[in-house]
């Protein structure tokens, strides 16, 4: 498995992200953001540059992040209207500077959270606004999925923690529905299912292994009864009782994809990068070095 960073987390400046990734020995690199803002927001001739910091530095991009179709409720939007176009001018232009850096993975995500989805013996009506959410999420999904196989690109989905897709079940559910595309793949973030109670269990894993592309790894601990989450350094959270387990099941599987550092941890008195410093340190030590 590769060991990455999502590079904003560094810098958003990102020359000065690689040269620390390459201070500490990382060279995986997932771009979410350049000159300070959103990548899919940069123009297209950005990228060009981008590839060419990269190849200065030997660092391998491995995903575009984009934030297409984050935030907006499934209630709010209708295929083809302003605001879903707009999105989908956004994720076509992430796909745009993925083709260009050679990167085989464009993230997409999933809308906003509906607290409560399915309902039953009267929750339907009282609770979950009669199921319509998660018929109007395949509905809105369909075109996406269709311009990654267009375009012959993968298109990652995240488990949000705001977000539609919460769990590795939820995005299971919208692989099957929306039809197994080839192209369609989970971007899997254990920290942001555990908001939802779901545990990044070996067996866990197992249930989307075949479907599973990229992996974020940050930790926190969580009290949803309080509704409030505090990052802590890996391995001194909630998720420090799978970490082991995880890095082991990935490696008995072969895992070839890319574990990215989510790169948020801000030590008390300190700045991102000190947290980066101290998170990159301890998920080598826990997943390995990356395999070039």
């Not at 080839?182 to 942001?192: E, I, M, Q, V």
């Not at 409030?228 to 799978?242: H, K, S, W």
Request: charged share 25%.
């Amino acid at each position: 498995m590769k060991i990455g960073v999502i590079t904003n987390g560094l810098s958003n400046d990102f020359e000065e992200a690689c040269r620390i990734m390459c201070e500490t020995g990382v060279r995986y690199a997932e771009i979410q953001h350049h000159n300070g803002i959103r990548i899919e927001y940069n123009p297209i001739e950005e990228a060009y540059k981008i590839r060419d910091i990269a190849a200065k530095y030997n660092i391998i991009p491995v995903c575009v992040t984009t934030h297409a179709f984050v935030g907006i409720p499934v209630s709010a939007i209708e295929v083809g209207d302003p605001k879903y176009e707009e999105q989908m001018g956004l994720l076509k232009n992430g796909i745009r500077v993925a083709k260009i850096l050679n990167v085989p993975l464009v993230r997409s995500m999933c809308f906003s959270k509906q607290i409560v989805t399915f309902g039953s013996h009267g929750a339907e009506n009282w609770m979950t606004g009669g199921n319509k959410a998660w018929s109007k999420l395949l509905e809105l999904y369909k075109p996406i999925i269709e311009l990654a196989e267009q375009e012959e690109i993968d298109l990652v989905v995240e488990n949000g923690a705001n977000g539609m897709i919460s769990s590795t079940v939820l995005f299971r559910k919208l692989y099957e529905d929306t039809g197994k595309s080839p192209r369609l793949k989970f971007l899997w973030d254990p920290a942001n299912a555990l908001c939802y109670g779901e545990k990044p269990t070996p067996e866990v894993y197992e249930s989307i292994r075949d479907i599973c592309a990229h992996i974020h790894i940050k930790d926190m601990t969580v009290d949803p009864v309080k509704s409030t989450v505090d990052i802590r350094n890996i391995g001194r959270g909630d998720m420090a009782p799978y970490l082991q387990d995880l890095a082991q099941v990935l490696r008995k599987d072969d895992y070839q994809g890319c574990v990215s550092l989510e790169n948020i941890y801000q030590p008390e008195g300190k700045d991102y990068v000190d947290g980066y410093r101290l998170d990159i340190v301890e998920l080598k030590k826990i997943f390995g070095d990356e395999i070039a």
